[in-house]
């Protein structure tokens, strides 16, 4: 018999006041316009998600395959032997890391999110930053605190703008308790530089706040001489660092995150609440996938080099992008890391406002993708000012449409000279001569 009792009313949804859901994530929304263009057969430009589109390396798959085998769930922080990887790999740049300091999760998004419930204070981070920062604060409840970045520098807040930011938030009331940081950044793909490291570490004791380096795109930058500091090496009581598989190895879909957590007291509390937040909502991180992460972590040379190998893809066609960007006379900072770059149409705003009564980041990129099929994201979905005419573009998508043409990606020299990652450069230049004309 089918159910024949009243149906449940839309009231019943209705949040208490001050409590406000996410909609889904801007970056997955867009890929999801992108993939129902293509079943339609329109052409489409993937330029709105943040992954890494090359093949998953073959000893990786393996060691997967054979810990398929591996049923229960495991301990709450990770397995023993990963924890242990993580530890090493951390070890190997600089930050003596203990095996007991690592947590392990399913993604470090997970971490994150586990990390703010763990924290239980608002936060600061810099404007722009990662989308999932600001929508995964809202979700528990704490306010993000957008903060400006120094001019020049992307992936990490002003320290004397944080300074304001915390008295501000003290004066209405709330308590700034850690500050985010994105070090290479997405969604400009530049880092920040290690002075710039310094004095945010020096702000971040000034406020006792905790300090959460994102470095899942640390082995992704481009070139060996762009200095990098973390400031784990800076300010380790107050550090956490998290990062990933997903971007380096090409496995965000096996989700699989690590987080190091802070030395002394305060590390271990924190420590702590991340294993009970864990403990309650994901148990513990896909054991196989665990088993083969461990093996990542270790480094062996088949993976370093497979590494060193996607580098080159990430760094030759951003780097193209870019190129593409700026001939056509947008402004562009030159990518360092990763697949990013944040083009500003800024020298294009009166064209765009006669010609199409385009005003917005997101109305530029509705536009890209309506008329051109081209995806991208508007800065405003990075926290930026609605009205600057700034995007995330994402070049890892463009590596190939088979495994065939992204297993050869990964192995070219030069692999913008293919002839479907030079067709995609091509469709770009097309795209904005006509937008620009
Ligand atoms: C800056 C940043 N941090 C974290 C993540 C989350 O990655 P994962 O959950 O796969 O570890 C992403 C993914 O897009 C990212 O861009």
Request: aromatic letters at 6%.
């Amino acid at each position: 018999m089918p159910w024949a009792g009243p149906t449940l009313m839309s009231d019943s949804l209705t949040l208490p006041a001050g409590r406000r859901l996410v909609p889904v994530s801007a970056t997955l929304a867009a890929n999801e316009v992108l993939a129902t263009r293509r079943r339609a057969g329109q052409p489409v430009l993937p330029l709105a998600f943040g992954e890494s589109g090359l093949p998953v390396h073959r000893r990786l798959r393996a060691e997967l395959a054979s810990a398929s085998g591996l049923g229960a769930y495991g301990p709450v922080a990770g397995l023993p032997a990963l924890r242990e990887a993580a530890a090493g790999y951390w070890t190997r740049r600089g930050t003596p890391t203990e095996p007991s300091r690592v947590v392990a999760g399913p993604g470090s998004k997970a971490l994150l999110f586990g990390l703010l419930l763990a924290l239980g204070a608002d936060v600061a981070m810099p404007r722009p930053s990662w989308v999932s920062y600001a929508a995964q604060a809202r979700l528990t409840g704490l306010a993000p605190n957008f903060v400006p970045t120094v001019p020049g520098e992307a992936g990490i807040c002003d320290p004397a703008a944080l300074d304001e930011a915390v008295g501000a938030a003290r004066a209405a009331g709330r308590r700034i308790g850690a500050v985010l940081m994105t070090l290479p950044d997405n969604p400009t793909g530049r880092v920040a530089s290690p002075e710039a490291v310094r004095e945010l570490c020096a702000a971040a004791q000034r406020h006792d706040l905790i300090i959460v380096s994102d470095e899942i795109y640390r082995d992704l930058i481009h070139d060996s001489a762009t200095p990098f500091l973390s400031p784990a090496s800076v300010a380790p009581e107050r550090t956490v660092v998290t990062t990933a598989l997903s971007k380096s190895m090409s496995v965000g879909g096996w989700r699989l995150g690590v987080a190091r957590m802070p030395d002394g007291p305060a590390g271990q509390m924190l420590r702590d609440r991340l294993s009970g937040v864990a403990s309650e909502i994901w148990s513990a991180a896909p054991v196989p996938v665990q088993q083969a992460a461990a093996v990542a972590f270790t480094e062996p040379p088949e993976l370093a080099e497979y590494v060193s190998h996607a580098r080159r893809v990430h760094a030759a066609v951003a780097r193209a992008t870019a190129r593409v960007f700026a001939a056509a006379g947008v402004r562009v900072a030159m990518p360092q890391a990763a697949f990013y770059l944040y083009p500003d149409f800024a020298p294009w705003r009166a064209h765009l406002a006669d010609k199409y009564e385009i005003t917005t980041g997101a109305g530029l990129a509705a536009l890209l993708l309506e008329r051109y099929g081209a995806g991208t994201l508007p800065g405003s979905a990075f926290g930026d000012d609605p009205a600057a005419l700034r995007l995330r573009v994402a070049t890892g998508l463009l590596y190939g449409d088979s495994e065939g043409q992204r297993e050869t990606a990964l192995a070219a020299p030069d692999p913008v000279r293919l002839p479907w990652i030079d067709a995609a450069m091509s469709r770009l230049a097309e795209i904005l001569a006509d937008l620009g004309s």
